[in-house]
């Protein structure tokens, strides 16, 4: 046998193996939720143990919630993970060492980690392929984009994404879609657990199970049964929220506390009877961060979030309710919004005082167009079952 046919026959064998190691990989599957529809990724903690558990450990802290795709490419790839529905970057933890070199190749469908020019500095950001991207692979003595996973279910939504159109926003000179899509949920999933709930009305029994474990005082229960709830992709209202919230505190869990607390923030107004204890949370928990509560500036009146009908479940007159509750819902944001302007217009704001209201403002609008996304789909549910 020649050497050059002997490498040529390694290489192949390679890539075989490359390609049965992703068949079989069997590892934690994770619920991802967005404004366009749900997709579920497998992890292979085998041979990319370092990026599993990173990646994992981001989903648990609840960083993804909140998150938008803010990098598309139509033929190459989706990219999110680092930033929220303001552009603004958020904050990771240390950098993972690069596990190119794993034999996983960049295909369809994979899910990889970002990274910047150093090999070593992959942190919270991820990208989905929506083609063969093996270029993005690594070779002898080149690091390349390291694979930890792939999509399973709801590929179509990813390939929805991509297609969206693109353009400059923030501090980005491009490839931000347009509207922006953002994780509204993502959870670890556990198939035996869910497919033992009825299928009718599984919600209502999780949050039967998150009460039971209240009563009985169990906090780490009740965190293990709201990551369930998210991962049905159901809405989290504010009343769960503080509940996730509270029992993470109580846990000493103050990254998924506080992010628990920034969608409280987003979603509730200053009536809700648990908003002056989430704002005393909020300074425990994240004593160094001051939270968006640009609604208290001036005299404008923050409307109250709908609740959202389940459109799997509901009946005509709750969908109607709900739809009369997201109409009013916007013609009071839209006051909500010209009062934000009037502030936001005045000559003897502080810099601070401006940009609070700026950021309020902009918060508003992305609630407005988040909220008429959930109830598109919830409707698109209800119909489904006619």
């Known amino acids: 046998m020649s050497t050059k046919y002997a490498a040529q026959l390694v290489c192949a064998l390679a890539v075989a193996l490359g390609f049965a190691a992703q068949a079989r990989a069997q590892g934690p599957e994770v619920a991802v939720c967005t404004d366009l529809g749900s997709l579920t990724v497998e992890l292979d903690d085998e041979l990319a143990p370092l990026h599993a558990a990173n990646f994992l450990e981001y989903v648990d802290q609840g960083h993804y919630s909140g998150t938008v795709f803010h990098r598309v490419i139509e033929g190459f790839m989706i990219q999110g993970g680092g930033f929220d529905r303001q552009l603004e970057r958020k904050p990771t933890l240390a950098p993972v060492v690069n596990e190119s070199s794993n034999g996983l190749s960049n ?21 989905i392929n929506v083609a063969d991207n093996d270029q993005l692979d690594g070779s002898a003595g080149s690091p390349g984009y390291t694979v930890f996973g792939r999509v399973t279910q709801g590929m179509e939504v990813v390939d929805a994404i991509a297609a969206l159109p693109t353009g400059s926003a923030g501090q980005f000179p491009s490839d931000v879609p347009d509207p ?11 198939p035996e657990l869910q497919a033992s709930l009825p299928e009718d009305g599984r919600t209502i029994t999780i949050r039967e199970r998150i009460s039971e474990a209240i009563e ?27 509940i996730e919230a509270n029992s993470a505190a109580a846990l000493l869990r103050a990254p998924r506390a506080q992010s628990a607390l920034d969608e409280y923030l987003l979603r509730a107004s200053e009536t809700h009877p648990d908003y002056a204890d989430a704002l005393a949370l909020y300074a ?9 509560i640009a609604r208290m500036i001036g005299e404008c009146e923050s409307p109250t979030l709908p609740d959202i009908p389940d459109g ?19 013609g009071a944001g839209d006051m909500y919004l010209a009062c934000l302007s009037e502030v936001i217009d005045e000559e003897d704001l502080s810099d601070e005082e401006h940009s609070l209201a700026v950021r309020e403002h902009n918060r508003m609008v ?13 409707l698109r549910a209800y119909r489904d079952r006619q």
């Open 366 to 378: 992305a609630v407005m167009e988040q909220l008429a996304e959930e109830f598109n789909t919830a």
């Open 216 to 242: 009985a005082g169990n906090q780490l229960e009740v965190l293990d049964w709201l990551g369930h709830y998210r991962a049905t992709c159901a809405v989290m209202d504010p009343d769960l929220l503080f």
């Open 284 to 292: 425990t928990v994240a004593p160094d961060v001051e939270p968006s």
């Open 107 to 127: 295909v369809r469908g994979s899910l990889a980690a970002a990274r910047t020019d150093d090999p070593n500095s992959a942190t919270a950001q991820y990208y």
């Open 312 to 330: 799997t479940v509901a009946e005509y007159d709750a969908m109607v309710a709900g739809r009369d509750g997201v109409q009013e819902f916007m």
């Open 180 to 190: 922006l899509v953002s994780v509204t949920s993502m959870a670890r999933l556990d």
